[in-house]
C-alpha cells in the first residue's frame, strides 16, 4: 500500500482475463463518478479541522458499490407463489482513520470502517456523487468517533497477544471489464418449469412442506480506492434449490434439501433429471419417516465425497481464515502450528477462487478480485499434511503481513479472510467399494457390530472462539449403518455428528478416488458469501454422534386434501 498518495487516473484501463488477449475497456460511467468523488473527499476530508490534520485526515478510503440484477421465482405445493425481478445499487464506503498500524478498525471496532447505502439505478452523475458524498460524510464521523475511543483504550489496555496493523500494504489494482448485462431469461418458462417441480411432491403425501426456487443474478462491482485501484468485475450466478420437509410419527423434524448451480439459469440441469432428483428427495423422506431413530455412537464411519466436502468446510477451513489467529476472543486452533503436520500426510488443502469449475460442475465460491480489491490467489494451505499458512485479507497476523486475495464480505460488512473454493487432495485413494471394506474390518476391529455411512450433511456450525469449546456440528441428513455380518445397510435418523476438530481430522485412513462438490452460502462475521468445497469421501477410524432433539408436535392432525 502506498499510503496517502492520492489517486491514479486512466480514461482507459485494460481488462486482463487468463488465457484471453487483453482488450481496451471503456472505463464505465459509474466508474468514473465514483472515482472522482472519492479523490475529492479523500484530499479535503479532515484538512479543515482545528486539530492535527495529518490525525484526522483519513489515510484510506474506499467506495465499493454493488451493481445487481435480479430474478427470484418460488413455488410450493405445486403453485407460483412469487415472481420477482429486481435491480438494485448499494454503496460501501470505507473510512479509515490513524494509521495502518492503529486506526478505527481496531479491536472491537472493526465494523466502523463501512457505511452503506442505496444509489441511483441510473448514471445520474449528480445524483451517484451527492449519495457517496452524504455516506462519506457519515462514515467519516463514525470512523472519528471510534478512533478517538480506540486511542483511549489502548492507553489502558494491556499488551495484546498480536500487536500486528490493522491494515496491510498492498498493490493498487486495475482491472476494468464490460458490466454485466441485466439477467437475462424466459421467465413464465421458468415460472412453468418451477411450478411442475413443486408439484411432484404431491405424489409424496408424507412430505408436509415443499419450496422449489429459482434465483439468477448478475452482478457488476466497482472498486475505487485512495491507493490508486480501479476495478470492475462483473460475475454471474444462478441456483435452483429444491427444500422438502416432514415430520415422523415420534415428532422428529426431518427435512433434505438439494441446490442445483450454474453461471446463468442456462446451464442448470434439464428439466427429466431435475425431476429425478425431486422424486428422489420425496423418496428419500418417505423412507427416512419410516427409519429407526439412532443412538449415540463412537466408531468408525465413511463420509461420501460431498459429506466430506461440506465437514472440511466446517471443521478445517473456518479455523484457517486468518483473523481467528488474532483477538483475545477467538481460539486460535492453529495460530502455533505453522510448519507442523496437522492432517495425515496424505492429505493437502488449497483455497483457489480462481477455478471457476471442478470437472463439469460450476465452483459457486469463484472471483476474480475481493472485496477489498486485491487480486484471487490459489494458496496452498496444507501441504502434505503440513500447515503452510492461511486465508488472509487486509487484517494482518502475526508472522503473516500480506492479504492473498481473500477478503470477502456481503454488502455493508468489513471484509475478512474467508473461504472461496476449498478443495482437498489426496495421495492415498482406494476405489470406495474398498473403502465400505475397510469400514467393516475397522468395525470388526473395534468390536462394534456396524460402522457408518454419511451419504449427505448440511452444514452446520463451528465454534472457534476461545470462550467455548473447539467444537463443530453439523447435521446429517442420510445416514446408513454398515453391519459387519453382511446384512443390508439400514438407513437411520435422528443422526448430529458432534467432537473437536483436531480429534476428528487425525482419524482420517483413507480416501475415495472420485471428489464431489458440494456448493453453497457461508455465513460468518462478514456476511454470507457464496462458497465451494471439494473433497473425496474419507474413511474416519473414529466418529463421534449423537442422538438429535426429537421433537414434541405430532404430525398433522387433519389429512391432507386431496
Known amino acids: 500500500m502506498n499510503s496517502c498518495t492520492g489517486l491514479v487516473f486512466a480514461a482507459l484501463v485494460l481488462a486482463s482475463t487468463v488465457g484471453a488477449a487483453q482488450q481496451p475497456v471503456e472505463t464505465p460511467a459509474l466508474l468514473n463518478a465514483m472515482t472522482t468523488e472519492l479523490h475529492r473527499a479523500f484530499t479535503s476530508l479532515g484538512h479543515a479541522a482545528t486539530e492535527d490534520p495529518k490525525q484526522l485526515a483519513p489515510y484510506f478510503l474506499s467506495y465499493s458499490i454493488s451493481d445487481a440484477s435480479y430474478v427470484g421465482i418460488r413455488a410450493q405445493y405445486g403453485a407460483l407463489v412469487d415472481s420477482t425481478s429486481n435491480h438494485a445499487r448499494v454503496a460501501d464506503v470505507q473510512v479509515r482513520l490513524g494509521d495502518p498500524k492503529l486506526d478505527n478498525t481496531h479491536g472491537t471496532h472493526r465494523s466502523s470502517a463501512v457505511n452503506s447505502l442505496e444509489l441511483p439505478l441510473n448514471d445520474d452523475r449528480e445524483a451517484i456523487t451527492r449519495s457517496l458524498w452524504m455516506a462519506t460524510n457519515t462514515g467519516y464521523g463514525t470512523a472519528l468517533d471510534n478512533y478517538l475511543r480506540v486511542k483511549t483504550e ?3 489496555r494491556a499488551r495484546e497477544e498480536d500487536s500486528s496493523p490493522d491494515f496491510s500494504q498492498e498493490t493498487a489494482q486495475t482491472h476494468v471489464e464490460m458490466p454485466a448485462p441485466p439477467v437475462a431469461l424466459d421467465k413464465a418458462a421458468w415460472e412453468t418449469r418451477v411450478t411442475e417441480l413443486s408439484k411432484i411432491f404431491r405424489e409424496y403425501p408424507d412430505v408436509y412442506q415443499n419450496m422449489v426456487m429459482l434465483t439468477a443474478q448478475n452482478e457488476t462491482d466497482y472498486f475505487a480506492s485512495s491507493e490508486g485501484s480501479q476495478l470492475a468485475t462483473p460475475h454471474k450466478a444462478a441456483r435452483l434449490v429444491v427444500f422438502a420437509a416432514t415430520r415422523a410419527d415420534d415428532g422428529m423434524d426431518l427435512f433434505r434439501a438439494q441446490t442445483f448451480e450454474a453461471e446463468t439459469a442456462e446451464g442448470l440441469p434439464a428439466q427429466a433429471e431435475l425431476e429425478k432428483a425431486v422424486r428422489a428427495l420425496g423418496t428419500s423422506l418417505e423412507a427416512l419417516r419410516k427409519a429407526p431413530v439412532t443412538e449415540p455412537f463412537d466408531g468408525p464411519a465413511i463420509l461420501s465425497g460431498r459429506a466430506a466436502a461440506v465437514f472440511f468446510h466446517e471443521v478445517l477451513g473456518h479455523r484457517l481464515e486468518g483473523q481467528r489467529q488474532r483477538g483475545d476472543e477467538e481460539g486460535q486452533t492453529f495460530t502455533k502450528d505453522i510448519g507442523k503436520e496437522i492432517l495425515p500426510s496424505f492429505l493437502s488443502v488449497e483455497d483457489d477462487p480462481t ?35 492461511f486465508l488472509m485479507s487486509r487484517l494482518p497476523i502475526a508472522s503473516f503481513a500480506e492479504s492473498n486475495g481473500h477478503g470477502r464480505a456481503q454488502t455493508g460488512r468489513v471484509p ?85 476438530p483436531l480429534a476428528a481430522m487425525k482419524r482420517i485412513l483413507a480416501t475415495g478416488d472420485k471428489s464431489d462438490v458440494f456448493n453453497g452460502e457461508c455465513g460468518a462475521e462478514s456476511g454470507t458469501v457464496p462458497v465451494s468445497a471439494v473433497a473425496p469421501a474419507m474413511l474416519l477410524s473414529e466418529m463421534e454422534t449423537q442422538k438429535q432433539a426429537q421433537g414434541t408436535a405430532r404430525p398433522p392432525i387433519l389429512d391432507m386434501p386431496r
Do not use: C, M
Open 154 to 156: 489502548a492507553e489502558v
Open 355 to 389: 477455478r471457476t469449475r471442478f470437472g463439469d460442475t460450476w465452483l459457486s465460491g469463484s472471483y476474480a478480485y475481493d472485496d477489498e480489491g486485491q487480486k484471487a490467489r490459489r494458496v496452498d494451505l496444507i501441504d502434505d499434511g503440513v500447515l503452510k499458512t
Open 416 to 500: 475478512t479472510g474467508r473461504q472461496g473454493n476449498l478443495i482437498v487432495t489426496s495421495t492415498k485413494t482406494e476405489p470406495e467399494s474398498e473403502l465400505r471394506k475397510q469400514l467393516i474390518e475397522e468395525a470388526k476391529k473395534q468390536g462394534k457390530p456396524f460402522g457408518l455411512y454419511f451419504e449427505d450433511i448440511s452444514s452446520g456450525f463451528a465454534v472457534t472462539t476461545r470462550s467455548s469449546p473447539q467444537a463443530f456440528s453439523v447435521v446429517p441428513l442420510v445416514v446408513y449403518r454398515v453391519y459387519v455380518d453382511g446384512r443390508p445397510d439400514e438407513l437411520v435418523r435422528g443422526v448430529s455428528i458432534v467432537g473437536t
